[in-house]
Nanobody, 120 residues
């Protein structure tokens, strides 16, 4: 199994920046995609950004395009989410995820989450 450890959450004023990091450990040879989702109280978890570690293809939610960037290190199985021009609506618990395996044995791994709070 793969375990994920997040770091870098915190509080910032609107317009500020934060960087979230996520490191995968365990049986990481099958990790294909890593990324982030976020959740606010009473709402479903929502996709934020993802990156294919082998190749570097990235995807972003429309709400963060142009403000967030995601980078990955395939050798270290780590990803970093650089969040700029933060808005109060970005306040959420951010969860790192990893898509592991292929047809027949694919599963998703999740981190415990890290709080991001943006004040106006």
């Amino acid at each position: 199994q793969v375990q994920l450890a997040e770091s870098g959450g915190g509080s910032v004023e609107a317009g500020g920046s934060l960087t979230l990091s996520c490191a995968a450990s365990g049986r990481t040879n099958g990790v294909n995609v890593m990324g982030w989702e976020r959740q606010t109280p009473g709402k479903a978890r929502a996709f934020v950004a993802g990156i294919r570690l082998n190749g570097g293809d990235t995807h972003f939610a429309d709400s963060v395009k142009g403000r967030f960037t995601i980078t990955g290190d395939n050798a270290k199985n780590t990803v970093h989410l650089q969040m700029n021009s933060l808005k109060p609506e970005d306040t959420a618990v951010y969860y790192c995820f990893a898509e592991v395996g292929g047809p027949g044995d694919r599963y998703d791994a999740w981190g415990r989450g890290t709080q991001v709070t943006v004040s106006s």
